[in-house]
C-alpha cells in the first residue's frame, strides 16, 4: 500500500471546515494586532501600572475589582479621562450612578473642591461649575457617559452605543467601561447572564474587518473566572489610607503590585 503522492502538483481544495485556520489567516490576525500597538490607549500618568501592566490595545478585556468602597469607581473614572485626555473615544456605562453624579466625580479635580456632593448639592457657584464643564469637554470632546435603564442593558443596545463612541471618536477603536458590571442584569447570579455579557464584551473587544475593536474594562464584582479577562486588577486599601493595585492576571506583561494615594471624594488617584 502506498500513501497519497504529495510530490506530483496536485492541489486540492480544503474543506470549507479550514476557511480561517491556515497560517495565512493566523499571520493576517497577528499583523492587525501588532499594528493595532500604534492605537494603544494612554493610562493616566502611572508609568509604574503602565510598565507593568502592559498597553491598554484594542481587543484587550480588563477586569478592576476589590472590596466595596475600595475606589475602583475613582480608579476607572481617572482611567476614563486619561484616554479621553488623549483624544481616545471613551464611553462610560454607568450602572449604579446618573450621568450627573459621574459628571460631578469628573469634575471636582477641576473645581479645587473636596467631594463630588458638594457640586451635586448646588454648594459650588453655577458658573464655576459650568466653566469645569466647558474645560472637560473641550480637553476630552470624546468622553461620553451612558446610564442605561434596566431594560436597555442588552448586548445590541451596548454595541450600538459602543459603535457610535467609535464613529464620534473618528473611528478610533474606543474605551468602554462598565462600572459595575455585576449590576448590567438584574440577575447577575445566574451563569447564563455571565456568559452572555461575557459574549457581547467578546465581541466588541475583538478587532476585524470593519470594527477597529475596543479596549473594555468591566469593573466592580467580577468573578474570579467570570469573563476570561487578560488582565486583572485588584484593589484593595493600604494602611495608610492610599491603595495598592495587584496586577493577579497579565497576558501581556508581568504581575506584581503598584502603590497609589487615594483622595476618592476628590476623584485624585497617583502613584507613589
Do not use: Y
Amino acid at each position: 500500500m502506498t500513501g497519497p503522492d504529495l510530490g506530483r502538483g496536485t492541489r486540492t481544495r480544503p474543506s470549507p471546515l479550514l476557511a480561517g485556520s491556515t497560517i495565512a489567516d493566523a499571520l493576517k490576525l497577528l499583523l492587525s494586532v501588532s499594528a493595532q500597538r500604534g492605537h494603544a490607549l494612554s493610562w493616566p500618568g502611572w508609568p509604574r501600572l503602565a510598565a507593568l501592566a502592559g498597553p491598554l490595545l484594542p481587543g484587550r478585556l480588563v477586569a478592576v475589582t476589590g472590596p466595596p468602597g475600595v475606589g475602583t469607581t475613582a480608579f476607572v473614572l481617572a482611567l476614563a479621562e486619561g484616554a479621553a485626555l488623549d483624544r481616545a473615544p471613551v464611553l462610560v456605562v454607568s450602572l449604579s450612578l446618573d450621568v450627573e453624579e459621574v459628571l460631578a466625580r469628573l469634575l471636582v479635580p477641576r473645581l479645587g473642591n473636596p467631594s463630588h456632593a458638594l457640586v451635586l448639592l448646588g454648594d459650588v457657584p453655577a458658573a464655576q461649575v459650568s466653566e469645569a464643564a466647558e474645560a472637560l469637554a473641550r480637553d476630552c470632546p470624546a468622553l461620553f457617559v451612558w446610564a442605561p435603564g434596566v431594560d436597555e442593558r442588552t448586548g445590541v443596545a451596548l454595541s450600538e452605543r459602543v459603535r457610535a463612541v467609535s464613529q464620534a471618536g473618528g473611528d478610533r477603536a474606543p474605551l468602554v467601561i462598565v462600572d459595575p458590571v455585576q449590576s448590567w442584569e438584574s440577575d447577575s447570579s445566574d451563569a447564563h447572564s455571565w456568559t452572555r455579557l461575557r459574549e457581547s464584551l467578546r465581541q466588541l473587544a475583538r478587532p476585524r474587518d470593519g470594527w477597529p475593536g475596543a479596549c473594555v474594562v468591566v469593573a466592580g464584582q467580577v468573578p474570579e473566572s467570570g469573563l476570561d479577562e487578560g488582565l486583572r486588577l485588584v484593589l484593595r486599601p493600604s494602611l495608610d489610607s492610599g491603595l495598592t493595585v495587584d496586577v493577579t492576571r497579565n497576558r501581556l506583561g508581568g504581575r506584581g503590585s503598584v502603590s497609589f494615594g487615594l483622595a476618592p471624594a476628590a476623584g485624585r488617584l497617583w502613584e507613589e
